[in-house]
């Protein structure tokens, strides 16, 4: 049985994987990185950790765990009410996005990579999946339920944040872009 302090390390270390993660890729999750950035020592992370996938795939789960709690919290928040196309389209644009800059570029870093790699898959898998609940309860939450798909939603929100990624859009910009792709759609519907 765990013990509260090693529940609190073990936990101080996926924390840790997940902002390196978060800030450079897979390729920044290394035992060493990890136990520096969680103030622990080095020993600790083949400790609690059987390998170095085991703690990368850890770091994959939490931060699909902190996607789908943050989709989650936003839309249990939104209350009922018919609202137009932009303002849904901002809502969800907003949604779909992560707070932080480099969070968004983690986001849709996680969901390439999970083409090509196992340890993004089932992460992946579980985001997508609350992203599209959370896209139907918003479109449910504001009126719009007719017309649009909650995949055609998340394929011209994912569309256009990569577009505007690529053009070196910052996080309101990708936003932006998003919210004015999908007030589109939502209006045509």
């Known amino acids: 049985m765990a013990t509260a302090k090693g529940e609190q390390r073990r936990t101080a270390l996926v924390r840790a994987a997940a902002d390196l993660l978060q800030g450079g890729g897979l390729e920044a999750v290394s035992h060493r990185a990890v136990a520096g950035r969680?103030?622990?020592p080095l020993g600790?992370?083949?400790?609690y950790f059987a390998d170095l996938t085991e703690l990368r795939r850890a770091a994959v789960d939490a931060l699909a765990e902190?996607?789908?709690a943050r989709m989650a919290a936003?839309?249990?928040a939104l209350?009922?009410?018919?609202?137009?196309?932009?303002v849904a389209a901002r809502l969800i644009a907003t949604l779909l996005t992560p707070d932080e800059y480099g969070a968004l570029v983690a986001w849709y870093e996680r969901y390439v990579l999970a083409a090509r790699e196992p340890l993004f898959a089932a992460a992946a898998r579980r985001s997508n999946a609350a992203a599209l609940e959370s896209v139907a309860a918003v479109l449910e939450r504001s009126e719009l339920t007719a017309g649009v798909a909650?995949?055609?939603v998340l394929?011209?929100?994912?569309?256009?944040?990569l577009g505007a990624l690529a053009d070196g859009a910052d996080l309101e910009g990708a936003r932006v872009a998003a919210a004015d792709a999908l007030t589109v759609v939502l209006d045509l519907a």
Request: a negative charge; zero cysteines.
């Open 150 to 152: 909650p995949q055609v």
């Open 66 to 68: 902190d996607d789908v």
């Open 74 to 76: 936003a839309v249990e």
């Open 155 to 161: 394929a011209v929100v994912d569309g256009a944040v």
């Open 79 to 86: 209350p009922t009410r018919r609202r137009g196309a932009a």
């Open 38 to 40: 969680a103030g622990l």
């Open 44 to 47: 600790a992370t083949t400790y």
